[in-house]
T-cell receptor
Framework: DTGVSQDPRHKITKRGQNVTFRCDPI?????LYWYRQTLGQGPEFLTYFQNEAQLEKSRLLSDRFSAERPKGSFSTLEIQRTEQGDSAMYLC???????????FGPGTRLTVL | AQRVTQPEKLLSVFKGAPVELKCNYSYSGSPELFWYVQYSRQRLQLLLR??SRESIKGFTADLNKGETSFHLKKPFAQEEDSAMYYCALRSAGGTSYGKLTFGQGTILTVHP
């Protein structure tokens, strides 16, 4: 286990298409977070899971966005009917059980044409 | 609402000079504050947290509740310190536990 992984690393899509990203957290990390980062800004919280339960969703997460974490392991973030404003880096992070450190993945860079 | 402000987008210093990256926050409760760093082509990683009061790679940060600040300091900057630095605040309780609120980031460039 070498850390949080995300797939794909890059995604280019046309406006109106659906995209899905995957995040594999560090084993046994029960909390998983999704953030979005646009150019020149810090990461912004989107949603998080404790095990398989989605406990909070940001107002940034419109109804075109959906996230799941089946069985409390990996998570997926789907964006339906993508818009150019969805272009960003999507980051995933998982949190140790001791709540001391949040480990980030490398991110998925989405470009919507 | 919680907010983190990093007033400088860019900071340039010469090697060996002191460096201070500013961070101010607003939060109604008792804050947990962090500095994250992102080196070129690497992922975001934790640099230090206020609660542990440690020094990492020569960096320190002191939480000043009166001024609501958590500035990052290093007495002698090195070229390898060049990176993007983010100050972040963590929600302490309730259903939002663990959620990080980030500042906009400061790009530090250390010139030889």
């Amino acid at each position: 286990d070498t850390g949080v992984s995300q797939d794909p690393r890059h995604k280019i899509t046309k406006r109106g298409q659906n995209v899905t990203f995957r995040c594999d957290p560090i084993s046994e990390h029960n909390r998983l977070y999704w953030y979005r980062q646009t150019l020149g800004q810090g990461p912004e919280f989107l949603t998080y899971f404790q095990n398989e339960a989605q406990l909070e969703k940001s107002r940034l997460l419109s109804d075109r966005f959906s996230a799941e974490r089946p069985k409390g392991s990996f998570s997926t973030l789907e964006i339906q009917r993508t818009e150019q404003g969805d272009s960003a880096m999507y980051l995933c992070a998982s949190l140790t059980r001791s709540y001391n450190e949040q480990f980030f993945g490398p991110g998925t860079r989405l470009t919507v044409l | 609402a919680q907010r983190v402000t990093q007033p400088e987008k860019l900071l340039s210093v010469f090697k060996g000079a002191p460096v201070e990256l500013k961070c101010n926050y607003s939060y109604s409760g008792s804050p947990e504050l962090f500095w994250y760093v992102q080196y070129s082509r690497q992922r975001l990683q934790l640099l230090l947290r206020h609660i542990s009061r440690e020094s990492i790679k020569g960096f320190t940060a002191d939480l000043n509740k009166g001024e609501t600040s958590f500035h990052l300091k290093k007495p002698f900057a090195q070229e390898e310190d060049s990176a993007m630095y983010y100050c972040a605040l963590r929600s302490a309780g309730g259903t939002s536990y663990g959620k990080l609120t980030f500042g906009q980031g400061t790009i530090l460039t250390v010139h030889p």
